[in-house]
């Protein structure tokens, strides 16, 4: 089995593994109220292997922050990887080697860490609220400037991963 294949099946082994999980932290019969079993196994898979966050507590808070602002869980997943998508590709180019819209998205992304009290998100490692993927602990706080159209980065995501892809050059 080549090298993608086995990295997809790993990503698919955890994604089950956290569904299960969380279905049965809701019990067998999906007593969560604000919304159908199914959806709650589509957002784990969402906010879970899509965006490579295996920690079932922000997955479940952003789940709720969700609910509790509008949002859908499966269009707010798929935005906030287009983000982490186009992000990974910024970082991973020299910075004199980036688009205009890449730079505006590492700006923006330094914005945002600044406003969750965080050093610039343009380090090696991407800071402590860079949006890259496997980082558990920017979801939620993803999800708020999404809900509130706050700040560039969120005002980018809230207009969906299409407009936020042209907005930063892909």
């Not at 970082?91 to 406003?115: C, N, Y």
């Amino acid at each position: 089995v080549d090298r993608p294949a086995r990295a997809i099946a790993r990503v698919n082994a955890n994604a089950v593994v956290l569904i299960r999980a969380f279905a049965s932290s809701i019990g067998a019969a999906g007593s969560n109220a604000r919304s159908p079993q199914l959806k709650l196994f589509e957002t784990v898979a969402m906010f879970g292997g899509n965006l490579d966050i295996y920690d079932l507590e922000p997955i479940t808070e952003a789940n709720y922050v969700c609910n509790r602002l509008g949002l859908d869980t499966i269009s707010a997943g798929g935005t906030i990887a287009a983000l982490m998508e186009i992000y990974g590709i910024a970082q991973a180019t020299l910075p004199d080697a980036r688009s205009a819209g890449e730079r505006a998205l590492v700006a923006d992304a330094a914005e945002f860490a600044r406003a969750c009290g965080a050093a610039a998100a343009d380090g090696a490692e991407g800071g402590t609220f860079a949006p890259a993927f496997g980082n558990a602990r920017v979801l939620v706080p993803l999800v708020g400037v999404m809900a509130r159209g706050e700040g560039a980065l969120g005002r980018a995501l809230a207009s969906g991963a299409q407009r936020l892809a042209e907005r930063y050059g892909h």
